[in-house]
């Protein structure tokens, strides 16, 4: 029972990011419109958004690059006294899209749904607005420029941060090497989000291959749902004490690269 009692403890704290006296939540969407009024941007001029899409990723959920950044968003904001803004889920998703369950927005909807979103938190009076982004290939790109724009035309200080790409030091100090998309590195954060997530009995080394590299070949769909980085390195092992140890270090680098960036706009009067 006790046991059970911690880990009940732990799922609390993940789902619900800890807040001041008198605060009843970081979510935006669990909050009420007065107490919007009263925090921002009074006492929170911070918001994080967290993006992804639905695709496959080997033997964890279509949805890993979403529950990652949201993840990471819920973890850190208390830390960088920020709001959380709701993920956007469906995103340019890519080579992946024929397989079950996956999603991809047309780029000519994407981006100005993305500078809408974007746009609205301005006009909601958050000055720094932080992109979490859970999704590669033209996604990332993509959010860099919307993101610059809306710094440009609303005058708010914007953010993008690749979460898996940003934190790829930190896979191969962990681990040992580098990862893949759906990798030892990406499962790995999602077992130690909820090991549930993840199925090992579905898992076979067949199912990875090394991305290509650049100018070689291309297919689609992709041939595979797990995409190492490098050939030979990246298949997953889950090992829940090292993804738990990933998880937190990942977390850490996230919360002191936006820290400092904040830190280094309020020195430079932006």
Request: proline share 8%; glycine share 8%; hydrophobic share 45%.
């Amino acid at each position: 029972m006790k046991s059970y009692l911690v880990a009940l403890a732990g799922a609390a704290a993940l789902a619900w990011p800890a807040v001041a006296v008198g605060q009843t939540t970081r979510e935006l969407d669990r909050m009420n419109w007065m107490e919007f009024r009263e925090y921002v941007p009074a006492k929170v001029n911070t918001v994080l958004l967290p993006l992804g899409t639905l695709e496959p990723h080997g033997v964890t959920a279509n949805g890993a690059d979403i529950l990652a950044p949201v993840a990471i968003s819920r973890e850190i904001a208390p830390r960088l006294n920020a709001f959380i803004a709701p993920v956007v889920p469906y995103g340019f998703t890519g080579s992946m899209d024929a397989y079950p369950g996956a999603f991809t927005i047309p780029e000519e909807a994407y981006r100005p749904y993305i500078k809408a979103v974007l746009l609205g938190l301005a006009k909601n009076r958050f000055r720094n607005i932080i992109l979490i982004n859970g999704h590669g290939g033209g996604q990332t790109a993509l959010l860099s420029s919307v993101a610059a724009e809306v710094g440009r035309e609303a005058n708010v200080r914007t953010l993008v941060v690749n979460w898996w790409s940003y934190a790829s030091d930190v896979t191969l100090s962990v681990f040992g090497q580098d990862g893949g998309h759906a990798g030892e590195n990406e499962n790995a954060f999602m077992m130690a989000i909820d090991p549930a997530l993840v199925h090992k009995e579905r898992y076979s080394p067949e199912m990875a291959t090394p991305n290509p590299p650049p100018g070689t070949w291309s297919a689609y769909p992709n041939p595979s749902s797990i995409g190492l980085y490098k050939p030979g390195e990246g298949y997953p092992t889950f090992n829940l004490a090292r993804a738990r140890e990933y998880y937190t270090k990942v977390n850490e680098k996230m919360l002191a690269l936006i820290q400092e960036i904040i830190r280094k706009w309020d020195m430079a009067g932006l």
